[in-house]
């Protein structure tokens, strides 16, 4: 996974935790659901690339 990915993933993390705050805040459900939303969209993006990383250090072990 490259660092843009990585740094992606964490700024859409960290938007959609400002945004559910700010929906807290305000007591704006859709904003609260938005961010909440995002977050889990973030981290399961960078679930699946950590993911892929370790499925290519598996074939890089046994490749060498």
């Known amino acids: 996974m490259s660092f843009a ?3 992606k993933n964490k700024l859409d993390e960290m938007t959609g935790a400002a945004k ?3 929906g807290d805040a305000t ?3 859709r904003l609260q659901a938005e961010g909440a939303t995002q977050q889990t969209e973030a981290r399961t993006r960078q679930a699946g690339e950590h993911v ?3 499925g290519h250090d598996v074939r890089d072990a046994f490749t060498r």
């Open 5 to 7: 990915d990585k740094a």
């Open 20 to 22: 559910e705050k700010f």
């Open 27 to 29: 007591d704006n459900e």
């Open 52 to 54: 892929k990383d370790a």
